[in-house]
């Protein structure tokens, strides 16, 4: 994988030596992540991070997924990544977080343009899904200023602090990219 980048933002994969520095912005974000995020409750210390990028470098391998860290002017402020790809139907479904303090700046939306452009461009995908728990509005909103087409709800088939939860589900295809 090539680091992906624009004028301020570089997106690479994580090695073990992010680890620290991951589970530090995992915890100083853990009040308003686990909200979100099901698998935030297996980092609780920086060992656990390096677990989590160790098993996201095995599914690359694979080709099976994609985690890149977002680094903003030099500092690591998030992730985003193609969760999971299927390579049969030349999809994939996109996720993401950011820093708190980092919010508000564009960069998720600039990350995941680089990301879709590169799955389409470089992966050969048809298309890239992502899928956001009703009430999350601001993750719901990046899918939609990204030109994602609301395809539906799926009733309770998100699992989110011992609750099944309705999720949007979007999806965008290779042809409407860039339009």
């Not at 853990?30 to 095995?58: C, Q």
């Amino acid at each position: 994988m090539k680091t992906l980048k624009n004028k301020d933002i570089i997106l690479r994969n994580f090695s073990v030596s992010d680890s620290t520095g991951l589970f530090n912005l995992i915890d100083k974000n853990r009040d308003y992540l686990e909200k979100w995020l099901p698998w935030l409750h297996s980092v609780k210390e920086a060992e656990d991070s390096e677990k989590k990028i160790k098993e996201w470098a095995k599914k690359q391998k694979k080709g099976e997924g994609v985690n890149l860290g977002i680094w903003y002017k030099g500092q690591l402020a998030g992730v985003v990544s193609f969760n999971f790809i299927n390579k049969e139907n030349k999809k994939a479904e996109i996720g993401y977080w950011l820093d708190k303090n980092h919010q508000g700046k564009g960069i998720v939306t600039k990350s995941c343009e680089l990301l879709i452009d590169y799955g389409f461009n470089e992966l050969n995908l048809h298309r890239v899904e992502i899928s956001c728990a009703q009430g999350n509005n601001k993750s719901c909103a990046i899918a939609e200023r990204l030109g994602f087409a609301k395809e539906g709800c799926f009733r309770q088939s998100g699992f989110l602090n011992g609750k099944f939860v309705d999720m949007n589900w979007y999806g965008l295809l290779k042809s409407d990219w860039k339009k």
